[in-house]
């Protein structure tokens, strides 16, 4: 398994959960980490990333709640969601790739590879 993405759960409106996403993929430092979400009857979308440990970006949906940081001496990027709202409820993904370009950090294509997915719910 290249990803491991864990940390979901089910967490009251106003709560915070972290996620993590450790990668097997070397070297890490290299590798741009992304996540996405799928909320149910919903398409995929970017909810953050971190480019090749130069810079983090979060889309303005999720601005102000949501940041991404990381530790490559652990391989691991960590999804701080605080404020959660009832839809955020999705299954979170997190997503890796070394050639990444700025342009496309957001598009899902982008990335060859994928973790597996956690649940998140929030409960109103």
């Known amino acids: 398994v290249q990803l491991q993405a864990s940390g979901g759960g089910l967490v009251q409106a106003g709560g915070s959960l972290r996620l993590t996403c450790v990668a097997s993929?070397?070297?890490?430092?290299?590798?741009?980490v992304a996540w996405f979400r799928q909320g149910p009857g919903k398409e995929r979308e970017f909810v953050g990333a971190?480019?090749?440990?130069?810079?983090?970006t979060i889309p303005e949906p999720v601005k102000g709640r949501f940041t991404i940081s990381r530790v490559n001496a652990d391989n691991t990027v960590y999804l701080q969601m605080n404020s959660l709202r009832p839809e955020d409820t999705a299954v979170y993904y997190c997503?890796?790739?070394?050639?990444?370009?700025?342009?496309?950090?957001?598009?899902?294509?982008?990335?060859?590879?994928w973790g597996q997915g956690t649940q998140v719910t929030v409960s109103s």
């Open positions: 997503a890796a790739s070394s050639s990444v370009i700025r342009s496309s950090v957001a598009s899902q294509n982008a990335y060859a590879h």
């Open positions: 971190n480019f090749r440990n130069q810079y983090s």
């Open positions: 993929l070397r070297p890490f430092s290299t590798y741009t």
